[in-house]
């Protein structure tokens, strides 16, 4: 018998000794670790053990959601993914994913920001027209036609955000 099975076998009686001791549904969990080693990682499980519960366990007891480890980077990068594809409207998680709301935001968002882009072009639009109108015509204030031109010039920067 390996070294690995034997401590597995010794660590294993030593969790059904201690369980002897715990309140009625307690789950043990032992997890061993080697920084930078994951493939040196240990982890026994009572049986029924509910991973979940686990974590709930160690943030009751400390467990920063500030800390940095692999799997918040994954899941984070995973809700970054899903807002991206849903400001691009493509790739929608499947109905009921827990992704679907990161992908719901980013996608109301983006629509907003179209429909917002789509006004402006309007506005900006119909403004310069009354600023042909206004040159072709002659004899308007021109406070008007510089607080105009100054108005399509901020309308210019920020369509020029959006350019499509």
């Not at 099975?5 to 043990?28: I, M, T, W, Y």
């Not at 993914?81 to 980013?106: C, E, K, L, Y």
Request: aromatic letters at 6%; one cysteine or more; proline letters at 5%.
């Amino acid at each position: 018998m390996s070294a690995v099975q034997r401590f597995h076998e010794a660590a294993n009686d030593a969790l059904v000794k201690l369980s002897e001791h715990c309140l009625p549904g307690a789950k043990l969990a032992l997890v061993i670790y080697t920084p930078g080693e994951p493939e040196r990682d240990i982890v026994i499980e009572d049986q029924g053990l509910d991973r979940n519960e686990v974590v709930s366990a160690l943030r009751r007891r400390g467990l920063s959601i500030d800390g940095d480890n692999a799997y918040k980077r994954d899941l984070c990068d995973s809700i970054v993914g899903a807002m991206v594809f849903g400001a691009q409207n493509s790739n929608p998680p499947p109905p009921g994913q827990w992704q679907q709301r990161f992908w719901d935001i980013a996608r109301g968002e983006a629509e907003a920001r179209e429909e917002l882009v789509s006004a402006l072009k309007l506005t900006r639009e119909n403004l310069r027209a009354c600023q042909a109108t206004i040159h072709l015509c002659g004899g308007f204030d021109p406070a008007y036609v510089n607080d105009a031109q100054a108005a399509m010039k901020i309308a210019d920067t920020a369509l020029a955000k959006f350019a499509n």
